[in-house]
DNA sequence: ACCTGAACACCGTTCAAGT
DNA sequence: ACCTGAACACCGTTCAAGT
């Protein structure tokens, strides 16, 4: 009954800006699945079809706030600092981890959503990349090792975060079916079982990131003897 | 104008079972993510709140599809034949990513969509797992590191896997802009970095596996020293 | 007990205006 | 050039029937 009257907006009140920090805010209150056109635009004040004004579609407008995100990310990145190759990597992948595993929208963006970056992510992203190769090729190993390593670490650790974030929205079964679960194994040989295996906790993090070094320093000394 | 008559169906015509056969036929011609209750319930023949009959929601329907999921996941896992627990994990974690690379249902079902179990899926996923750490701690592993090599090998696996699926259903930037975004580093040190690094292939995968085994094999030998 | 269409509140997007 | 509501085709789910 009391007709929905909202002023309508002067030119130019609107920008792309506004609209990409007002998705962020909204995105942050509920969650990157609850960010939706009608209620960005009653959040933003604005008629919902202006959006499309200046984002032809909900894609664009997340693939533009997917390269904000990476640039918050590295933002927080802190500068390698570490001499050891090692210690660069522990640093590097610990942070990585720390940083989207604090930000639930960032990882849904940067992680989560799509591996279809602008060129000015894949510039920061390849940068970064960079930076830990050459420390690793300065202290013995080849090009060729060096990207693999980072890429098998950045699998891994993407992988926990991707596993953390499910855990985080979607919960897992609760112990007592869990335990109930692991009863019904004909021979539970180790009880260690009934720990959830298929979580990630910081532990187990440092279990895989750890012995990745480990099989990574073996690999150094091969390599080096070859030369 | 021809009205949209369809038969009414026989009391009992209908079937939990045949209701997830459908779902996954409608979800093979499409994705996942294209499975609708409308949809589904055109695939079936059947007014759409039929369905809700069997299953209370859409997630209860996706549940019960997981677990069929998983059920055919395990039931396509050839078993262990290695002798040697390098041997093992190797076969297995090739396998496991094999099985769910070649469909994509499954892998999203049992990978990317919840982490939320049955009490069945939970079963059968712990019997697995007990099975390789059993391997391992026969062969000198205790049954505490077993555990862990186990859980970095699956976060591993299941992040490769994650990765792949986002760039099947994403696709990713065209090689032209990503040469640009590459170009466009200041100092480019290693002519390696053009290559996709953030993707994952075979020979990344491959060498992930192979490293994590080498770290495995030294931790494995200072275990054994400690005894 | 089992099957059904109409209806509701949502969504992304387009159209045809208004200023 | 920029902002807008009405409208469209979809979605998951509920209701109030029908048989």
Chains 1, 2 share one sequence.
Not at 88 to 100: A, Y
Not at 114 to 123: A, G, L, P, Q, S
Not at 156 to 176: A, K, M, N
């Amino acid at each position: 009954m009391p007709a929905p009257v909202r002023q309508r907006r002067a030119r130019g009140s609107i920008t792309p800006e506004a609209v990409i920090n007002g998705a962020f805010e909204l995105a942050k209150t509920e969650t990157l699945d609850g960010l939706s056109m009608p209620r960005l635009a009653r959040h933003l004040d604005v008629g919902v079809t202006s959006i499309y004004w200046y984002f032809k579609s909900k894609d664009e407008l997340l693939d533009t706030l997917t390269a904000e995100a990476f640039r918050r990310f590295y933002g927080q990145m802190p500068p390698l600092t570490g001499r050891r190759w090692d210690d660069v990597l522990r640093e590097f992948f610990r942070g990585f981890r720390r940083i989207l595993r604090g930000d639930d929208v960032l990882c849904d963006l940067c992680i989560m959503r799509t591996m279809r970056h602008t060129e000015e992510t894949i510039t920061l992203t390849t940068a970064r990349i960079e930076e830990v190769v050459e420390i690793l090729v300065e202290q013995g190993f080849s090009a060729e090792t060096a990207h693999e390593a980072y890429s098998a670490l950045s699998v891994y650790t993407r992988g926990c975060l991707f596993i953390e974030r499910l855990i985080r929205v979607h919960g897992i079964p609760d112990p007592q079916s869990r335990a109930r679960a692991v009863a019904a194994i004909s021979a539970p040989a180790y009880p260690g079982v009934t720990r959830l295996t298929t979580m990630v906790e910081d532990e187990n993090f440092e279990f895989g990131l750890e012995n990745a070094i480990r099989g990574l320093r073996t690999l150094r000394t091969a390599e080096k003897r070859e030369r």
